[in-house]
């Protein structure tokens, strides 16, 4: 009876805390376009477009677009859910998840979220040093070292401020890119029914061992729900009367239609079209620059900075709750961001893109847990 009145203590407690955050006017919080095109700078990965290529070398072509459109429905009512949440009581998934995990239970929340983001910081960056590397030679550490020091920077003065910067005039260029690199493609290489009658190089899979393949790509997207956490530390800066637009709009599934959908064809399209490519990430970096040049270069350049602004950001924010409430470093959000940077540089430095699979399977069972216990939450404290 003691431990429970005390763990009701402690809930209410955290309730109490936590308060303060759903209050504010809507002045203090982003414009909705200014909020649209900040996330929409995550859909720039060319993590995206490689995946859906991988996943249909893997499964087929058939396989691979079924999975993705149940991917597409499923994250567009799970976000709907968390960003209404987010922004409605403007908690980040640091707060949220004190709220439903309590203090130790979001502790490591948030030092898995911020891995995660440092994760994806080193792996983006290390396309881009790639690029750089294929088209001018040298090291792949100077590279790496240069994509770091420019990159930290961006970060410095908080989300709303570098977004803003960033992302009017970068979105345009990654679509205009990503449209000029298929097109380029087509009418060097010519185009055929390849890349849409691919059967897969993997046998038909049984049920009990993750198929058929469609199903074996809907679990391989289960992967990358930290998007959804991604989503509540974005959606938390938007304003009350703009959440219905953002449900929809920005965090639904008119994002992940661009975002998957759009990235995955384009992926597709090009691994069976371009003579030699390898379904990897650092395969279509390499594709594209040796195919379109400098334009290439540029296009891999500009992608990979709009969505490294946000790793870079979302890993240093959390590492510096993380430090603050387990090891009580009272540290400025500079210090966090320097030591994020650090260690981004010195993981470039592994041959982390090999990985990419084993790290997808690992946070994928971590942030699916994590994702459950929210949105079941959010749905029963609503009724």
């Known amino acids: 009876m003691r431990r429970q009145r005390r763990r009701r203590v402690s809930t209410k407690l955290v309730e109490i805390n936590d308060s303060k955050y759903r ?10 376009w200014s909020l649209f095109m900040a996330w929409y700078g995550v859909a720039s990965a060319l993590f995206f477009v490689y995946i859906g290529a991988a996943l249909a070398v893997a499964y087929g072509t058939v396989n691979a677009l079924i999975g993705l459109g149940l991917t597409i429905v499923v994250y567009g009512a799970f976000n709907q859910i968390l960003s209404k949440h987010a922004i409605n009581n403007r908690t980040t998934v640091a ?42 030679g040298g090291e792949s550490w100077m590279w790496s070292l240069i994509v770091v020091i420019y990159s930290t920077p961006l970060v410095f003065g908080g989300a709303r401020r570098f ?35 691919n059967a897969g190089s993997l046998p038909e899979l049984p049920f009990a061992s993750g198929g058929p393949g469609w199903l074996a790509t809907f679990a391989a997207y289960m992967g990358v729900w930290i998007m959804m956490m991604f989503t509540i530390d974005y959606a938390a800066l938007g304003k009350r009367s703009d959440a219905k637009f953002h449900q ?9 239609v661009l975002a998957y959908g759009v990235s995955a064809v384009a992926g597709i399209f090009l691994t069976f079209t371009i003579p030699g490519l390898v379904a990897s990430e650092t395969g279509v970096a390499g594709g594209l620059v040796g195919m379109m040049g400098l334009l290439g270069l540029i296009f891999v350049f500009v992608s990979q900075t709009r969505i490294n602004t946000a790793n870079y950001y979302l890993g240093s924010s959390n590492l510096q709750t993380f430090g603050e409430r387990v090891f009580k470093l009272k540290l400025p959000y500079g210090a966090w961001l ?27 069972v971590l942030v699916t847990a994590w994702v459950a216990i929210a949105v079941t939450h959010i749905v029963l404290d609503k009724g």
């Open 163 to 197: 977004i803003d910067k960033l992302n009017g005039w970068l979105l345009p260029i990654y679509i205009g890119g990503l449209v000029a690199a298929v097109i380029w493609a087509a009418t060097l290489y010519g185009t055929s029914d390849a890349w849409l009658t």
């Open 338 to 364: 320097i030591v994020t940077a650090v260690i981004i540089y010195l993981l470039m430095l592994l041959p982390i893109v090999q990985y990419i699979l084993l790290a997808l399977a690992w946070q994928g």
């Open 23 to 32: 209050g504010g006017n809507d002045s203090d919080q982003m414009g909705r």
């Open 95 to 136: 707060l949220f998840s004190r709220s439903i995990l309590g203090t130790s239970g979001s502790a490591i929340a948030t030092i898995i979220f911020a891995l995660v983001a440092i994760y994806y910081a080193v792996f983006e960056g290390s396309i881009v040093a790639f690029a750089f590397q294929t088209y001018f």
């Open 248 to 256: 929809t709009n920005t965090f639904g599934w008119v994002f992940y």
